[in-house]
């Protein structure tokens, strides 16, 4: 079985005995680039080269890319490929070669030296790619039945006006076990019988402002392989989370809370979580991301409070997910050297967010529990937004955990009604900010609030219980 590490080190090394200088991966943070929150390819660091606005130190580039892609947060542990943090191996060509090289290298990686079955292998193109077909087919030798022609959607790369091209993907045909049974099934079927393992990208035209096409004089390249699926193809697992980028991960969490992966779907659902979102957090806090309430400040704390509360279902009351960071540190540190160097510091900001949160979420739940059963026992299948919004302002819930929450309990929030009740506190704001200014003016604020200094007040509303606060001016 080849290992996660074993894979991404015979990559490096393929790429640079054919002239490529092998580069650290850059930051999760990209560098310059206010339009993105994360790196989300291996691609992002080098666009600037690819949009003429930067000259390239070195034209034959490859790297294997720590990034983080968040549009999907709530199927993370529920498919096999879903995940917020990922590696991605890619070879780069600033004006350098081209279709003539990217081609029949990447072709023999997979079969000689990742030894994948070349009759498992299926390649895409684009429709009127006619120069990658012959290359494929006449150069590399895949029967043309094997060539599958695709559309614009799929395999034509573009970010707007600039630098663009056609795609060609390599895929992997898993078996009729794994497919969705239709004898219609082929390459580009939703199903898991045919897995993309890596995209070439042939940057080749330039997209004006009205959609016009002109070749490029200097000609790019820009590869992406998932490291994760090829791992999961290479040891023969059907997901991602069962090979040992993660196994070792979510061994270590399920001994640390008593329990045992593969024997309950909801022990196995919290494990992959949790693993796949200390990833995250672990790199992206080693990298100079923290917890917040804006941003990419925001992810990191809706993952890290996602990953705390899946640790209840495992039955982990208390700070874990330090630990659990630990390990991730133990098991990439080789790979990613800064992970190591920082290591004090992303295990103390994760400790202190998970303190904080447990405290939230202890109180919290209670409530939601509560508001939960009243809404069944009423025949209601709905969460009221007021009732949201409490829960966010009072406990600081946010709404995507109470909306989580609710939903495994086959109940909805509404949105708009915490919209509302948002914004009605935000305009109270604004009036009382706008009031004490006033009478701070006239030095009466001591004496307006003074007598109730410190002393308890109770607030509730059906269906809540009492909450002591304490007065503050």
């Not at 029949?104 to 895409?124: D, H």
């Not at 992959?272 to 672990?282: F, G, L, N, P, S």
């Not at 202890?362 to 299948?381: C, M, Y």
Request: a negative charge.
């Amino acid at each position: 079985m080849m290992t996660g590490k074993e894979i991404r080190e015979k990559y490096l090394k393929f790429f640079k005995e054919r002239g490529h200088r092998i580069l650290p991966s850059a930051s999760l943070i990209p560098h310059n680039d206010p339009s993105i929150l994360w790196t989300a390819a291996g691609m992002v660091p080098f666009k600037p080269f690819f949009t003429g606005q930067a000259v390239p130190e070195y034209k034959r580039v490859t790297t294997c890319q720590k990034c983080i892609r968040t549009p999907d947060i709530e199927s993370v542990g529920r498919t096999a490929r879903h995940h917020t943090f990922f590696e991605m191996l890619g070879n780069f060509s600033f004006g350098d070669y081209f279709k003539e090289s990217a081609i029949p290298w990447a072709w023999e990686f997979v079969t000689e030296y990742l030894n994948l079955p070349k009759e498992k292998l299926w390649i895409t193109i684009y429709l009127d790619d006619d120069e990658a077909f012959k290359i494929w087919n006449k150069e590399v030798g895949v029967p043309a039945e094997r060539i599958v022609r695709m559309g614009k959607d799929t395999n034509f790369w573009e970010i707007g006006v600039g630098p663009c091209g056609p795609c060609s993907e390599i895929y992997v045909d898993l078996g009729e076990s794994r497919g969705c049974g239709s004898p219609d099934c082929q390459v580009g079927c939703d199903c898991d019988r045919f897995l993309e393992i890596w995209n070439l990208v042939f940057i080749q035209f330039f997209r004006d402002e009205e959609g016009n096409y002109s070749p490029l004089e200097n000609k790019g390249i820009d590869t992406g392989m998932g490291l994760e699926r090829v791992a999961s193809v290479l040891q023969g697992v059907a997901s991602n989370f069962d090979t040992d980028l993660f196994r070792e991960i979510m061994d270590f969490t399920a001994d640390l809370a008593g329990q045992k992966y593969g024997q309950d779907s909801k022990i196995d659902l919290a494990l992959k979580v949790i693993a796949d979102h200390c990833r995250a957090v672990t790199f992206a806090v080693s990298d100079g991301a923290l917890p917040g309430n804006e941003g990419r400040g925001y992810v990191i704390r809706r993952l890290l409070r996602r990953a705390v509360r899946f640790g209840r279902v495992l039955g982990v009351h208390e700070p874990f997910l330090y630990k659990v960071s630990q390990a991730v540190i133990t098991q990439m540190k080789d790979a990613y050297p800064e992970l190591q160097q920082k290591s004090e510091h992303v295990l103390r900001v994760i400790r202190t967010e998970e303190e904080r949160f447990l405290e939230t979420l202890a109180a919290g739940s209670d409530i939601l529990s509560a508001l939960i059963n009243e809404a069944k026992a009423g025949g209601v299948s709905e969460i009221t937004g007021q009732d949201a919004f409490r829960l966010y302002d009072t406990f600081g819930f946010p709404l995507e955990l109470t909306q989580e929450i609710a939903a495994e309990q086959g109940l909805t929030v509404d949105e708009d009604g915490f919209a509302a009740a948002m914004e009605e506190q935000r305009k109270r704001a604004r009036s009382a900010r706008q009031e004490t200014e006033y009478l701070s003016e006239r030095g009466v604020l001591y004496k307006a609030c003074g007598k109730n200094w410190g002393k308890p007040a109770l607030w509730a509303t059906a269906p809540w219980k009492p909450i002591p606060t304490y007065w503050h001016c």
